[in-house]
């Protein structure tokens, strides 16, 4: 229960963290696209209601599809009605045309990216992240990474703010807000798991410091954002130009003396001008056909851009996970020293949206390509059902079989839990290892005993006091 | 497909039976060692090489003996020592003085089975001469390469304990090695029934031999085609890739390595009249073909971690292919 109290803050704190560079992402976005109705505040009001909503879902004893599909049906109400305020803010409520407008503009490749397609993959992005934060459970680890992962964001935001020479306002107290967040939220992670100094017994005079280093870093930032102004800045940057153009200008002089001590050489006639430069005729028609059209040449950059943030992105993750591997191996070799292994909730969001890319990609491929599987096929995978839903009983008698087991030493540990199910276990694996890892799928006449054997597992009648306890349990489960 | 399916059913059948025989031929001889009497004839199948490893006096040179007298095919020993010369192993071009001209002594090597004896007892230079014959079946004397016979296989055995006047092979040697082996000491009863065996005359003597070198090469035909699903493969290659992922291992096991295990564990299918390849044969065999391949650190080797703990510990971990 204290645990669960400490969760709340924990979240708050996290998506204080998320919401800043979030917010730095948006105003960026927002400057590119030369602002108009792209607000990012109110974009951002969906982080909450996403993971409210969430957290709402996860109360209800759906399936995963029907979750899944509410919480896209929220996500699609959510985003068109802040559509719908903030592009077409009509006062007529009968104004019915604007979804078509929307769409419109969803498709226009041409003006990409316009404030309607980054509202709506923004929103997609924050709506998304408000639900993993639902889903999260928050510890030490996650707040780590959570915070490398903001930090690498927002270095990655900023450095393309300078480069496109933007000005977005209130950067200083989002940098500050952000370091507040994380450094509160770990300083909460690691007392909440109860080995922290914040809950040892010079807590006080630790929090004392903590707070009064949060303090420093807020006041250090505030003064340093109001003395570091961009004149100073230019003033600075002017010395090493100043010094540059003097040493130049002195290279300058000693060539120019040293040249006047050559002896000078008789002029060079130099040939007559020609005629006027020759005006550049029109190219022929057939260059007109290699020419691309301007939308698959915006897709192109697209893509490219895309690429090279792909490649940006990854560098820095390799980059980050070496230097924390290096300081590892550093402490590892340090004696007495103690570390916490960092396994990141960041790192298996992405390894799974990776992996649930490439399965979709997998399934389509295999939709264009009409792999339809065969009737013989189907029947493999219905031995592989029979399989499963062995493995589900066994693991709900309290038997469940280890990711390393083979089906064999599985069997072994089935038969000598619930003895009386030894034949029909067998059966079934016999069955089950053949059509899993022979080239040859089951025969229906091996199916069908191999279902027969299934449903007899499953409607054996149970004697009171004549069977063990441990196979009455496992007959009551399968029915 | 039915008479594709009969025809490998055949075929896995003969090399079943050839199995079952080879088993019951050797056991007149070894008594209660099935699973090394086994370790022999995959690594036959797949015409791999065997290190018996175990402590003197319970049957390693016997036990490779007798797997040779049960093949219809050359067989060679080489008793290794310290002054052992590579000459010895691979033969050596003599200078014959009636017909004035160089000619080559072939050494004992060039065989079908050879039976390297003791041999971490050999020097490193002589062990050296071993790496071209097993990993390429060639041995080449004065720039002149002599292809080994086939089948070919060589079975050596060494004994862990003794260190004195010995020198341990090296890795590249150890990863040429298809399988290892340990006999371990029998139980009272087959201690009993050696006794019992042993006790009027040497069964060696009256070995007959029952697989001949044509049958054998046709049998390394036939267990490649084994089929082995995607998923068991990708296991092979997990567990070979946890080798070197292991904090406690210095160096992980080769590509060979898992070459070795995929062939192996297809053998070892065969001969149990499958013609699909199982995770338990891979768990089965790994202790086996990947022991002697790795390298474990020192101050994990001091905390008492071996090598086949941190096989079992890995094939422990590694998910197995079930859905």
């Given at each position: 229960m204290e645990r669960e109290s400490r969760h709340g803050p924990l979240i708050l704190l996290m998506g204080g963290m998320e919401v800043c560079w979030l917010y730095t992402a948006l105003l960026l976005a927002a400057a590119k696209t030369g602002g108009?109705?792209?607000s990012p505040a109110l974009i951002l009001s969906l982080y909450p209601v996403s993971w409210g909503y969430e957290r709402l879902l996860r109360r209800?004893?759906?399936?995963w599809l029907a979750r899944a599909g509410a919480s896209v049906a929220g996500w699609l109400l959510g985003t068109l009605t802040l559509a719908q305020w903030l592009f077409w803010p009509a006062?007529?409520?009968?104004?019915?045309?604007w979804p078509a407008a929307f769409a419109s503009s969803l498709i226009d490749?041409?003006?990409?990216?316009n404030p309607e397609q980054l509202f709506l993959v923004s929103g997609a992005l924050i709506w998304w992240l408000g639900r993993r934060l639902a889903a999260l459970r928050p510890h030490y680890a996650t707040v780590i990474t959570e915070f490398q992962f903001g930090l690498a964001m927002l270095l990655i935001l900023f450095f393309m703010a300078s480069q496109w020479r933007l000005n977005l306002p209130g950067l200083v107290l989002v940098c500050l807000a952000f370091f507040a967040f994380s450094f509160g939220g770990i300083a909460l992670a690691h007392g909440a798991e109860g080995k922290g100094w914040l809950y040892s017994a010079h807590r006080s005079q630790w929090l004392s410091i903590l707070l009064f280093a949060v303090c420093l870093v807020f006041a250090f930032g505030l003064l340093t954002s109001a003395i570091i102004k961009p004149e100073l800045l230019k003033i600075l940057l002017s010395i090493p130009k100043l010094l540059w153009h003097f040493v130049t200008e002195l290279m300058r002089l000693i060539f120019a003396f040293l040249a006047s001590l050559l002896p000078k050489s008789d002029p060079v006639l130099m040939p007559p001008p020609g005629g006027p430069p020759a005006v550049p005729s029109d190219p022929p028609a057939w260059v007109e056909l290699l020419r691309l059209p301007p939308w698959v040449r915006r897709v192109g950059q697209i893509v490219v851009s895309g690429l090279w943030l792909i490649l940006l992105l990854a560098a820095l993750w390799s980059v980050s996970s070496q230097i924390v591997h290096w300081l590892r191996l550093k402490l590892e070799h340090d004696e007495g020293a103690s570390y916490e292994p960092l396994s990141g909730a960041f790192k298996e969001d992405l390894s799974a949206l990776l992996r649930l890319i490439l399965d979709r990609l997998s399934r389509l491929l295999r939709f264009f390509r009409r792999d339809r599987p065969d009737p013989v096929s189907r029947e493999a995978e219905s031995a592989r059902h029979i399989y499963r839903q062995l493995l589900q009983l066994g693991a709900s008698a309290g038997c469940p079989r280890h990711a390393a087991q083979t089906p064999g030493e599985y069997l072994l540990v089935l038969n000598e839990r619930f003895p009386a199910g030894r034949p029909e276990f067998s059966r079934i694996t016999e069955h089950y290892v053949a059509a899993r890892y022979s080239p040859f799928p089951p025969t229906r006449g091996a199916l069908e005993r191999m279902v027969k054997t299934w449903d007899r597992l499953k409607s054996r009648k149970v004697q009171k006091g004549k069977k063990p306890a441990k196979d009455r349990e496992l007959a009551e489960n399968g029915r | 497909m039915n008479e594709t399916t009969a025809a490998a059913g055949a075929d896995l059948e003969r090399l079943r039976t050839t199995a079952e025989r080879f088993r019951s031929n050797v056991g007149k001889v070894i008594v209660g060692k099935e699973a090394p009497i086994d370790l022999i004839f995959v690594a036959l199948l797949c015409e791999g090489h065997v290190l018996i490893e175990d402590?003197?006096?319970?049957g390693k040179t016997l036990l490779a003996k007798a797997a040779a007298r049960s093949l219809n095919c050359t067989f060679r020993r080489i008793q290794c020592?310290?002054?052992?010369l590579p000459s010895d192993v691979v033969g050596v071009q003599f200078f014959?003085?009636?017909?004035?001209e160089f000619e080559f002594r072939p050494g004992?090597?060039?065989?079908?089975i050879v039976l390297v004896d003791e041999?971490?007892?050999?020097m490193p230079r002589t062990q050296s001469a071993l790496l071209e014959c097993m990993q390429e079946q060639q041995v080449t004397v004065d720039l002149t390469s002599i292809t080994l016979p086939r089948p070919f296989m060589l079975i050596a055995t060494q004994n862990p304990i003794e260190l004195e006047g010995t020198f341990p092979l090296p890795e590249a040697q150890l990863d040429r090695f298809l399988l290892k082996a340990k006999l371990g000491y029998p139980s009272p009863g087959e201690e009993s029934a050696v006794l019992s065996r042993f006790q009027h005359a040497n069964p060696l003597e009256e070995l007959q031999s029952i697989v001949d070198a044509s049958e054998l090469l046709e049998l390394q035909k036939i267990f490649r085609q084994v089929f082995v699903d995607g998923s068991v493969r990708d296991y092979i290659v997990k567990v070979n890739a946890a080798t070197r992922e292991n904090?406690?291992?210095k160096l992980g096991t080769s590509t060979r390595a898992a070459l070795g295990l995929q062939a192996a564990s297809q053998a070892m299918a065969g001969i149990r009249g499958r013609g699909y390849v199982l995770p338990d044969d891979v768990k089965a065999l790994a202790p086996h073909v990947l022991s002697h391949r790795i390298i474990v650190k020192t101050e994990a080797r001091l905390r008492g971690r071996t090598e086949d703990g941190i096989i079992e510990e890995i094939l422990a971990t590694v998910p197995v292919p079930v859905d």
């Open positions: 108009g109705a792209f209800r004893p759906w399936p006062p007529d409520l009968l104004y019915v045309s490749l041409v003006s990409f990216p | 402590v003197p006096g319970v020592t310290p002054d052992l014959n003085q009636k017909n004035s004992p090597i060039l065989a079908n041999i971490n007892r050999a904090p406690d291992i």
